[in-house]
């Protein structure tokens, strides 16, 4: 089984559309979560952490249960420019600040 | 802010050929990693800098990976000889201090990538 599992999609939506992506995790010593967004032939870049108390930011809404051990990304009014491929990722420190990355979810936005 | 800077961008080599990948991570930045990620999968962690000693090389094929940060800045990967299932993109990454309980000095910025295609 994988550290954190991701359905790799694609999730083809309109523009406008409200799309929720979901990830588990297997490690429950992980300690920190975030979502990390990677456009095509591109590098990951951080999108947003993710907190117990769930946080926004914008049109995007990250939830995290810890003890069912799954996270959640909200994007609602989606945009054409949010076609990308969505990492969940969890950081254990048993050596130092390791990520576990999923393997994404691959998000298409169409006019 | 420059970010991370790696060279080559893209790298084409037969089986059994040798290949060396650099890094240049943000300035300041204490730790350093090599992410390998497959086509269809996300990154892993391949090694992990502190400084110039190694944090974690747990995933590293050390049979034929080897990577070193001499002077605790730039950074270089090698793979010696290169199978066909190394093709990926070698993805080097740095954080400000990666040793810590977890806080924004934390946040990992990645460079853009050096595409490895193994013939």
């Known amino acids: 089984r994988k550290e954190v599992e991701q359905d790799p999609g694609p999730f083809n939506v309109p523009e406008g559309a409200t799309v929720a992506f979901n990830c588990t995790y297997s490690?429950?010593?992980?300690?920190?979560f975030f979502w990390y967004r990677q456009d095509c032939r591109k590098e990951p870049k951080l999108l947003m952490s993710?907190?117990?108390s769930g946080n926004e930011d914008g049109r995007f809404t990250a939830q995290l249960n810890r003890a069912s051990q799954y996270i959640s990304l909200l994007i609602r009014d989606s945009k054409l420019s949010d076609s990308a491929t969505y990492l969940c990722?969890?950081?254990?420190?048993?050596?130092?600040?390791?990520?576990?990355f999923g393997a994404g979810t691959i998000l298409r936005v169409k006019s | 802010e420059a970010g991370v800077a790696q060279s080559p961008r893209y790298k084409i080599i037969e089986k059994r050929q040798s290949v060396a990948f650099w890094c240049n991570p943000i300035?300041?930045?204490?730790?350093l990693y090599w992410y390998q990620q497959i086509l269809g999968q996300g990154p892993k962690l391949l090694i992990q800098?502190?400084?110039?000693?190694?944090?974690?090389d747990s995933q590293l094929p050390k049979d034929r990976f080897s990577a070193e940060r001499l002077k605790g800045v730039d950074s270089t990967l090698k793979i010696q000889p290169a199978k066909l299932e190394d093709s990926a993109v070698y993805l080097c990454?740095?954080?400000?201090?990666?040793?810590?309980?977890?806080?924004?000095?934390?946040?990992?910025?990645f460079g853009p990538g050096t595409r490895l295609t193994v013939l």
């Open positions: 990722v969890v950081n254990r420190r048993e050596y130092g600040n390791k990520l576990v």
């Open positions: 490690n429950s010593a992980s300690q920190s």
């Open positions: 993710v907190y117990s």
């Open positions: 300035s300041g930045h204490a730790t």
């Open positions: 800098f502190q400084n110039n000693g190694v944090v974690d």
């Open positions: 990454a740095s954080s400000l201090d990666g040793s810590i309980v977890f806080t924004s000095t934390d946040t990992q910025y």
